[in-house]
């Protein structure tokens, strides 16, 4: 038996007990609780517990028998059973492949922990608010008060140096026309070269380079940690002219589209929308876009290090920013959600979640007509 390659135990401190509780007697107990990546679900522990994994070394293999006489059959049963303690027997096969492919792969612990634990499954944004009703900015504040200032003001306003007013370019017209579209058209289908021109804007290579032996360097036209640009563009596609709706992944050197599985309208939708965790106001877009890392290929250069996966977050941002600034110029709406169903989009798209796996996703097209969905454009000049 073995423990896990990547594990963190958190205390949780129990809830306070109401008045009744306490006159009856009951008592608050803290509890421990295994955060193990592999397993992707959080284990109650014992105090006892902690014990085990303590006397267990990385890497160490300890007979069941060897450690059920030193801290007890009972619980060593548990750890064993929980996949908290891992042996070669048939029924840890999969749990010893994937405890060692989190550790091959190269991920720091806890943002290993972040990573498998900040997953979504099933969840559905539109049926939640339906069911428990929309959380609005003003019940907000009534709960939680008013939010941090929206500003940051470290001196007094006198001890300020002001700068010279800002020389407008055509850029900055393209910047104030940028917002989120949350409400898409149904149709006309979006244009393939249109299309094309996004992704090849966005997504694809400008120029390859070789580094070293076996080592290519890819310039985008987004900044990318340690230039490894590990972010993968799949693709699924409701409206385009001359496309099938289904899956697809965008090959970034050679500006196409590898097809993954041909869908029709009628199944390609309810994807899409169990995608974007039940958000309708982006499942309707013609083009959804999944952004997936490559996280071999960023740890393959920063091995257990502390900043590769929240810099694997920073590429995302750029690249979103990138499709917004594009779609907005060609005249079309565009989104970016984090608020995904991570599980989803594996499943679809074939991600084991450790080298690869959901960072987030967006979509762009004509907009709707007709502002069904709310829209944050206090400039008024949004695309329409």
């Known amino acids: 038996m073995k423990r896990p390659s990547l594990l ?65 059959a ?3 049963d548990f750890l064993i059973d929980s996949g908290l ?32 634990f900040g997953r979504w499954q099933g ?6 608010q339906k069911r428990e009703g929309k959380r609005s900015l003003s019940s907000l504040v009534e709960r939680n008060g008013p939010p941090p200032r929206e500003t940051l003001e470290l001196r007094a306003r006198e001890d300020w140096t002001t700068l010279p007013d800002a020389k407008k370019t055509p850029l900055d017209a393209l910047f104030a026309q940028r917002t989120t579209c949350r409400n898409f058209a149904g149709d006309p289908p979006l244009p393939l070269p249109d299309f094309a021109a996004l992704m090849h804007r966005v997504f ?23 230039g490894l640009h590990p972010i993968e563009a799949y693709v699924l596609v409701q409206r385009v002219e001359g496309l099938q709706p289904g899956l697809y992944h965008y090959h970034s050197t050679g500006h196409a589209l590898q097809p993954l599985q041909a869908l029709d309208a009628l199944s390609v939708a309810p994807l899409a929308r169990e995608l974007v965790a039940g958000q309708p106001w982006f499942a309707n877009a013609p083009v959804l876009v999944l952004m997936a890392a490559r996280f071999k290929r960023n740890f393959w250069k920063y091995r257990n290090h502390a900043k590769a996966w929240r810099v694997i977050q920073l590429d995302a941002g750029h690249l979103s920013q990138n499709l917004y600034l594009t779609a907005t110029e060609m005249g079309y709406g565009a989104f970016v959600t984090g608020a995904i169903n991570d599980e989803c989009a594996e499943r679809l798209f074939g991600l084991d979640g450790i080298t690869m796996g959901a960072v987030a996703v967006c979509g762009f097209g004509r907009r709707g007509g007709v502002r069904a969905a709310a829209e944050f454009d206090p400039l008024g000049v949004a695309v329409r």
Do not use: Y
Request: one cysteine or more; aromatic letters at 6%.
């Open 204 to 226: 694809a290579a400008q120029a390859v380079q070789m580094m070293a032996p076996g080592a290519v360097a890819l310039k985008k036209n987004s900044p990318s940690g340690g």
């Open 85 to 116: 303690l891992i042996g070669d027997h048939a029924a840890h096969f999969d749990l010893l492949q994937r405890d060692a492919l989190w550790q091959e792969t190269g991920w720091w612990a806890p943002a290993a922990v972040a990573h498998s």
């Open 8 to 72: 963190m135990i958190q205390r949780e401190d129990p809830p306070a007990l109401s008045i009744q509780q306490l006159l009856a007697g009951d008592e608050a107990a803290s509890g421990w609780r295994a955060l193990a990546p592999h397993l992707g679900q959080g284990v109650a522990l014992q105090l006892q517990d902690l014990a085990v994994f303590d006397f267990l070394a990385a890497g160490d293999c300890v007979a069941r028998d060897d450690l059920a006489l030193r801290f007890g």
């Open 123 to 128: 969840v559905d944004v539109d049926a939640d």
């Open 74 to 76: 009972e619980r060593i």
